[in-house]
């Protein structure tokens, strides 16, 4: 089925990237960590999760870790750093991020929900309605922080999941984000781990060759459907 082939061209892939980890055991030089879907085990790498899933908001992750890079030259790591900085400050570090005054505004608010005792941990993270209630933060970045910061079973669905889905002939592509997510949930087991790299793994795919302008003499999907291994 799909995770098998794709898992099988293109390995485990180590999401979410915890760059301030790079280079530490169990850790890449990029902060990926092939394998291991108990990271972030700390408040400071889960933060980081969630201040890379606004960051990377409209924009390659490599613009994101930029600007990730520059937030942990300056020292900021926790929720009270941002909230420490000023609107100006905290723009000009993530520039190239791109829409940094949104992102600005975003990173203060998601700052102020985490900064409270006990909230960058998995007992005290928040749900996904309380999530979606803040500023600028929609399905997809909320799941995200959800499925990699705190290792909650839910599917992360975004464009490249709609374009490899939509071109096998799984969804027609007016379905909504709920309607996408529910056909992973009800089809396979509510794993986080297998939904990490599920997801990771669509995600290379797209990059790699179900591009816009796709490459399909090389394309590894054959045959299809959405169950698969209920473990990862």
Known sequence: MLYEQILGAYGRRGWWPIPGSAGRRGFDSLGY???DFRAPRLPAGRFEVIMGAVLTQNTAWTNAAAALARLRDAGVRRPADVL?????????LIRSSGYFNQKAKKLKAIASLFSGPGALTPAGAPSRETLLSEWGIGPETADSILLYAFQMPVFV??????????????????????EIQALFHASMERNPALYNE???????????????????????????????????
Do not use: M, N
């Open 33 to 35: 960590h092939p394998g």
């Open 84 to 92: 420490a900085l000023t609107p100006r400050r905290l723009a000009g």
């Open 157 to 178: 669905i975004d464009a490249y999941t709609r374009r490899v889905l939509s071109r096998i002939g799984l969804i027609e592509g007016g379905e909504s984000y709920d």
């Open 198 to 232: 599920y997801h990771a793994l669509i995600v290379q795919h797209a990059k790699r060759l179900c591009r816009a302008r796709p490459e399909c003499a090389p394309c590894p999907v054959k045959r299809c459907g959405f169950r698969t291994a209920s473990r990862s």
